[in-house]
């Protein structure tokens, strides 16, 4: 009898734990993310759908809505390569100063986005100490999206570098293969879900930067004025309804990318293994 109430899982008020941690997990989570997305939803078909796409379909939105997909595809390109190219520096070179090195690449994580923008700001503004000025341009919506978005990539990227096993690169190169053959044919394929998960990380977050873009760019319509700036513009001119109408479209083309990227990096998974 013993023996079979030990193998029993314990219970906490009559309820198994195993029990309780989905119900916590999917109550905090209904709390906390679905309840203010079907709040949001709520608003946005609040005037009737004619209304919803009326206010996606605006010159000014429909601007803002290119400008911030192609500006997040570039800087994950940008981030893919650089943020990899970082994570392998900080993993197989010896280098003074690593530590330092590897502490920065979590700034963006720790700084207000509008202390970033200050940053840049201070850095590529009319003042800049380099002799620098991006303000009010393309490249400034670009580079305020890089700063806030490097550290996905290379955090990704970085543990699946350190498990690696360098055995069958040392055996691939004892038969002849080259370094660009080793790293193509060996760890390019492993280290590719990684990427890809750090990437759609990245463009999720550059989709919905706010502070940092709308100090640096200038928030100009149709020439530097991205969707999340677009959507402050709308709540400040008392139209929540388009406000919410063209969160849900960001909304929804962040989660298709995530969905998309998720199945990349399965596909890569199964592939790598």
């Known amino acids: 009898m013993a ?3 030990a193998s029993q899982p314990r219970r906490w008020f009559g ?3 195993s029990g309780v941690a989905p119900g916590l997990a999917v109550s905090y989570l209904s709390l906390m993310v679905l309840l203010p997305l079907a709040a949001l939803f709520w608003q946005a078909q609040g005037a009737g759908w004619h209304a919803f796409l009326q206010a996606i379909q605006a010159p000014e939105s429909q601007a803002a809505i290119r400008l911030t997909m192609v500006a997040a595809l570039v800087v994950v390109g ?4 650089f943020g990899t ?3 392998w520096v900080l993993v197989r070179d010896d280098l003074r100063g690593k530590s330092v090195l590897n ?4 700034l963006p994580f720790a700084l207000p986005t509008i202390v970033a923008g200050l940053t840049l700001l201070t850095l590529y503004g009319p003042q800049s100490p380099i002799g620098l000025d991006v303000t009010y341009t393309r490249i400034a919506v670009a580079m305020a999206m890089l700063f806030e978005t490097l550290p996905f990539v290379v955090r990704s990227v970085q543990p699946v570098l350190m498990e690696l096993e360098r055995d069958v690169e040392e055996a691939a190169a004892s038969l002849g293969a080259t370094r660009f053959t080793v790293f193509r044919r060996i760890i390019v394929p492993s280290i590719l879900p990684a990427v890809l998960s750090g990437g759609a990380l990245a463009f999720a977050k550059a989709v919905g930067e706010f502070g940092a873009v709308q100090l640096l760019s200038g928030n100009i319509p149709f020439h530097t004025e991205v969707a999340s700036v677009n959507i402050f513009g709308l709540i400040e001119s008392n139209d929540p309804t388009a406000a919410a109408a063209l969160s849900i479209l960001l909304l929804s083309l962040s989660f298709g990318v995530l969905l998309v990227m998720g199945a990349a990096q399965r596909w890569g998974s ?3 293994g």
């Open 270 to 272: 199964r592939h790598a």
């Open 78 to 81: 940008i981030n893919a390569v």
């Open 103 to 106: 502490a920065l690449v979590d």
């Open 85 to 87: 190219v970082v994570a």
């Open 3 to 5: 023996s079979v109430a």
């Open 15 to 17: 309820v198994a734990p």
